[in-house]
DNA sequence: CGCCGAGTTGAACTGAATCAAGAAACGTGG
DNA sequence: CCACGTTTCTTGATTCAGTTCAACTCGGCG
């Protein structure tokens, strides 16, 4: 299994000082959480960002189907939020939960908040984090709205290679912006080729 | 014509002093760009970050058939730039180009660096600009992945009202990921109800 | 006046959705 | 460890939103 260790993670990015970092990571909570366990609920305002060490998470919403359509996935190494909600601090449009059991590192909004004022670093790596996001998404949007259901799976496997194989098929077909079924004969016409 | 003054800008978001504003604006370069000049072309690795004071510019590609592709539009008051050449130094997929005389502030990635490293405020500002771009393109993905084309048109009109009036037709429906004829026949829909 | 780019309209076509039904895999309790 | 129920995946037939291609209109401008 992927395992990323927070602190490793954090001093990749900028290169704090093992004080400061002692003194930031005692604001996160580490704990585990088991398989399909929800973290964020639609119309809750959230007040926490979590890093994922080790596992996996989605963020999804209902449309007005009320069908689950999966927003984005999270692997371990990568921080988690229901962005509108935690950012903004609105109702969250999206659920987060984790997809199989999974060791978080949590965070509220205050605390964060006052790292950031306390450590300028901190707003570096908030800076980092969320450019680094920024494009991710940039990216997806361009799959998403000028490719076929199938260049859009080819997105997938070569942007998240590990996540296309270990998810359910429907939760990768809405995250793709196609059914299920459509989903399903792809993956046959590629594995005849 | 709207007008956002960059000082005004930057003081919204950070209470900086005026001695840093000062210090702050003079690695800024202010230009007046002719409609129709491109700034940035795909290929290029683009070093400069724009701050739209009046004008309006758009970010598009050219996609397999050689069609233009509107990636985004930026109006006054907000930072426009090749997201993935600017912030990871590699070839443009995009061009920028402005799409009527526009007045512009210009900064290299260089001297933006050092403003990230002299002052924490600014770190401060890249962080919130960026998360605000990034939730506005999770919400245009949201719109392109999940709704009609009819409803992608009112989502533009909702988030960006000004700029549906004032630019081509076509510009828009690529920006939308329809056809230009899609649109013309979806406005003279509307315009009958 | 005549050209040219931008927008409109129509008709045929198509990729993917929907609807429906069956097969396979999964997990839970006896 | 098997049996049964539930969820997930596959396959087929049909339908439809939006594309494509092609022709036409309109307004501006040399």
């Given at each position: 299994m992927t395992f990323m260790n927070i602190s490793d993670f954090l001093k990749a990015l900028v290169p704090f000082t093992n004080d400061e970092l002692?003194?930031?990571?005692?604001?996160?909570?580490?704990?585990?959480?088991?398989?399909?366990?929800?973290?964020?609920?639609?119309?809750?305002?959230?007040?926490?960002?979590?890093?994922?060490?080790?596992?996996?998470?989605?963020?999804?919403?209902?449309?007005?189907?009320?069908?689950?359509?999966?927003?984005?996935?999270?692997?371990?190494?990568?921080?988690?939020?229901?962005?509108?909600?935690?950012?903004?601090?609105?109702?969250?449009?999206?659920?987060?939960?984790?997809?199989?059991?999974?060791?978080?590192?949590?965070?509220?909004?205050?605390?964060?908040?006052?790292?950031?004022?306390t450590y300028p670093k901190m707003e570096k790596l908030g800076r980092l984090v969320t450019t680094e996001m920024l494009t991710k998404v940039v990216n997806k949007l361009n799959a998403i709205q000028f490719q076929t259901a199938k260049e859009r799976y080819e997105y997938m496997l070569a942007e998240f290679p590990d996540i296309a194989y270990q998810v359910s098929l429907g939760h990768i077909a809405s995250y793709l912006g196609m059914t299920q079924e459509t989903l399903s004969r792809i993956r046959k016409s590629n594995s005849s080729k």
């Open positions: 002692d003194d930031i990571l005692k604001h996160f909570k580490k704990e585990a959480v088991p398989k399909n366990q929800i973290l964020v609920r639609q119309g809750e305002v959230s007040k926490t960002l979590y890093f994922i060490e080790s596992g996996l998470g989605r963020s999804y919403y209902l449309n007005q189907a009320g069908k689950e359509i999966t927003q984005w996935f999270f692997g371990s190494g990568k921080f988690m939020a229901s962005a509108d909600s935690f950012f903004q601090q609105c109702p969250s449009l999206y659920f987060i939960e984790v997809l199989e059991d999974t060791v978080i590192y949590s965070i509220t909004k205050e605390k964060l908040d006052e790292l950031f004022d």
